[in-house]
């Protein structure tokens, strides 16, 4: 039996759109891409993000107290932030991006001479429940295109003003309606490594400015690959758009930036970095004055 025989046979279960419903994607929809998030490269923003997000953090200020950090994904901003001292909410819609993040603080307790003081939680973004107010929140790498409607976006954010405490900031990023129909129409990216194959596809649907990737993933599992299938879709906003929700909410937009500079955005720009601040005074987080560090269930 030949090598792609093999992986067809392997995968012919694999593909299941149905976390997908009409206007609405499942909180499942990173459950099968979980296990090799971070090996197929999407680390990478991760770690690019953090050096800038330290040079946001300067522009904006913040008091250091709680972070929740939203769509968490596999942790590793999370992880980074509560190894430079905040106390960290991870939340996240899916169970297995979870678990890696779990997995990687077990694994980074035996290196790390500190215990982390992270909380992770699954939650659906839009019905966002902490117990105690943070100082700083943030949903990078394009986690808030996944809202596919207006009201949803405007949910998170709702829920995210709700967390933050008066003068806390809200720090994100999302793909612009450009950057989906320019990198995301008709374009196939392939990721091959020895272990590992990626292959994302990707249409544009202008007329709703949204895009639909299908990630098909080959896993190596000894003799055998692991196939999975999932679609993911997000949804273009235009930049005036986010500033009318965010500002019907009550933020007061601090900035706006081409993502990972300091410059306004362009027309042709990829990414926007949002920081949007809860108006109020900031109180001075005391140590020990803290609420308990924990999650409680949305409503
Ligand atoms: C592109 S990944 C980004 C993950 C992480 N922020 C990073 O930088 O690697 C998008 C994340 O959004 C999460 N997500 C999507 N919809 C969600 C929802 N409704 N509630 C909570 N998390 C959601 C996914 O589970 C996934 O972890």
Redesign the pocket.
Known sequence: MGALQRLADFGAAGYNPGNIRDGE?G?G??DRYASIYDASG?IS??LQ?LPYLDSVLERHSVTRGALLEL????G??ALAMARKGWRVYG????AE?LAQARRKQATSRSEDSQELDILWSQ????HLCLSEPVQLATC????LN?MLASDDLQAVFRGVYRALEPGGLFVFDMNTPWALATFWDDSTYVTDTPGLTVILESRFDAYRQRTTVKVTCFERQGELYRKAIEEHIEQGYPREHIATLLTDVGFQIEGMYHCFTFEPPTASCPRILWAARKPGRARQAAAGQAAEHQAVSPE
């Not at 939340?91 to 899916?94: I, L, M, N, T």
């Open positions: 994607q909180l929809i990173y999407q923003f991760s993000m769509a968490c994904g596999t590793t901003v939340v996240d819609g899916s991006m939650q659906d973004m839009r990078l790498y394009d986690s996944y």
